[in-house]
């Protein structure tokens, strides 16, 4: 799927919608994914297909063992351009010092760096990609200082038209085992593995696809990592399928892909699993009639896909959270949050969203289960879940494009919001927000200014938590 084609068919589902001005032309530009996660209405596709922040969940490291308890978060790290880190106290909001990670003369995936963090808070990994290899470069977070680079590559097969002795590595998704042992990063044709102990790449493994955004199962057992886009993309208008395919983590081997049917301009950007592990669920966009708006649903027992639960929202459906009961799932779309019944994968009746708040293109929900907020270009909407009421829009100055991250603290207390300038804090409790976190300050201003866009930007393009 190009460029052009993915375009048209945006423009097509976006028909009945307002129009976004020059928002639409920045935000496809703003970078082409299997997306979110993180990632992107128009500007809510680009978002998800380029939002790679990994968000680890709790998770058990053994079967029937829960997993040590995490040390409590207390650092947020912001990923600014391709090598910079700036940490953040998340109890004050007071800016570290800015701290060097990835080498210079890095490029990221779609100009945007990728970072997640060790289930003990220990050590942040950041990632890119040099002269068609793989960065991935560990930072203490105790001295704050980055480590050896460890570098991602595997010779071309032989007969490759590329004619080079390495094939490109571009890294797409980052995420880490939850016992902190290992760390896995999809790329176009596989994924590597990386044991976090001796900071060493193993062989990839091999997958024929564009992997794209991973998730583990609580139980730590699988793996299961998206290609966002049908196989036989360049046919002709008809269904197809796009893959999700399941890692045993105890071996590293892929297992028979799951195959999910979409149409031509069919896009997977999320994928969330429930706390017990029963269910995964990925949100297709612009899959066209009849899986428009649809969330496939996989049972984790056999790996079968069950009947796709389709949605009344209108805009195109981007990204979605799962309670910490497990009991809901809400999709957003650009006009709506739609809860879906883990028991039953039914949708119930959508939360519609004012049209004067903007199209809605990402989601957070806080760690009580209680508030939704949901980001659109004009601010972020907070919507109460036992009563499924919708709230003011919170509006932003100088909000940052997608697909600039958007998160909840671990604690819960804050929203943290990207704009041209830094991080701007809302409080869960009052849905104020705070004094803005100037990190343009720290880095010496703007790190992207793109040429005749009348737009700067600092290149927020991560944020992950540690301790």
């Keep these: 799927m190009d460029e052009t084609s993915l375009r048209a068919g945006l423009e097509r589902s976006l028909l009945a919608e307002p129009p976004l001005g020059n928002l639409v032309g920045r935000s496809l530009r703003a970078g082409r994914k299997l997306r979110r996660r993180r990632l992107a209405g128009v500007a809510a596709l680009c978002a998800v297909a380029a939002a790679v922040v990994v968000a680890l969940p709790t998770l058990v490291s053994g079967a029937g063992k829960p997993a040590p308890a995490a040390p409590a978060a207390r650092t947020a790290y912001v990923?600014?351009?391709?090598?910079?880190?700036?940490?953040?106290?998340t109890a004050t909001n007071a800016v570290?010092?800015?701290?060097?990670?990835?080498?210079?003369?890095?490029?990221?995936?779609?100009?945007?760096?990728?970072?997640a963090s060790a289930p003990d808070g220990r050590t942040l990994y950041e990632?890119?990609?040099?002269?068609?290899?793989?960065?991935?470069?560990?930072?203490d977070t105790a001295t704050q200082r980055a480590g050896r680079p460890i570098t991602l590559s595997f010779p071309c097969p032989p007969g490759s038209p590329m004619r080079l002795s390495n094939c490109p590595v571009v890294p797409r998704d980052v995420a880490i085992d939850p016992n902190g042992k290992t760390a896995y990063v999809s790329f176009?044709?596989?994924?590597?593995?990386?044991?976090?102990?001796?900071?060493?790449a193993g062989k990839p493994i091999r997958i024929p696809c564009e992997c794209g955004v991973m998730a583990f199962t609580p139980d730590r057992n699988t793996l299961y990592v998206v290609d966002p886009f049908p196989i036989a993309a360049g046919q002709p208008p008809k269904f197809q399928a796009a893959i999700v395919t399941p890692i045993r983590t105890a071996t590293n081997t892929a297992l028979a892909p799951i195959k999910l049917p979409l149409l031509r301009m069919g896009v997977l950007l999320d994928i969330a699993i429930t706390p017990n592990g029963?269910?995964?669920?990925?949100?297709?966009a612009v899959g066209g009639w009849p899986y428009a708006n649809v969330v496939f649903p996989?049972?984790?027992?056999?790996?079968?896909?069950?009947?796709?639960i389709r949605l009344k929202a209108r805009g195109l459906s981007t990204r979605l959270v799962v309670s910490p009961g497990g009991g809901t799932a809400y999709v957003v779309s650009a006009?709506?949050?739609?809860?879906?019944?883990?028991?039953?994968?039914?949708?119930?009746?959508?939360?519609?969203?004012?049209?004067?708040?903007?199209?809605?293109?990402?989601?957070?929900?806080?760690?009580?289960?209680?508030?939704?907020?949901?980001?659109?270009?004009?601010?972020?909407?907070?919507?109460?879940?036992?009563?499924?009421?919708?709230?003011?829009?919170?509006?932003?100055?100088?909000?940052?494009?997608?697909?600039?991250?958007f998160t909840i603290t671990p604690d819960g207390r804050n929203v943290y919001v990207v704009t041209d300038a830094g991080v701007l804090p809302i409080s869960t409790a009052t849905n104020r927000a705070g004094n803005l976190i100037n990190i343009s300050a720290v880095v010496g201003g703007p790190r992207s200014c793109p040429p005749l866009s009348g737009i700067c930007s600092l290149g927020i393009s991560a944020i992950t938590f540690a301790r």
């Design 335 to 405: 006009r709506a949050v739609t809860p879906i019944n883990t028991a039953t994968n039914k949708a119930g009746p959508p939360i519609n969203l004012p049209d004067r708040d903007g199209l809605a293109y990402d989601i957070a929900l806080t760690p009580n289960g209680k508030t939704i907020y949901v980001l659109t270009p004009r601010g972020v909407v907070p919507i109460r879940i036992a009563s499924r009421t919708v709230l003011p829009m919170i509006r932003i100055p100088d909000l940052e494009l997608p697909p600039a991250p």
């Design 127 to 139: 990632v890119g990609t040099k002269d068609g290899i793989g960065i991935v470069v560990p930072i």
């Design 79 to 89: 990923v600014v351009g391709a090598n910079t880190v700036v940490p953040i106290n």
């Design 96 to 115: 570290g010092t800015p701290i060097k990670g990835l080498p210079n003369g890095v490029l990221t995936r779609e100009y945007l760096a990728l970072a």
């Design 298 to 308: 996989i049972d984790i027992a056999t790996n079968r896909k069950l009947a796709p």
């Design 188 to 200: 176009d044709g596989g994924v590597f593995t990386i044991n976090l102990a001796r900071r060493a």
């Design 278 to 284: 029963k269910t995964a669920y990925i949100v297709d």
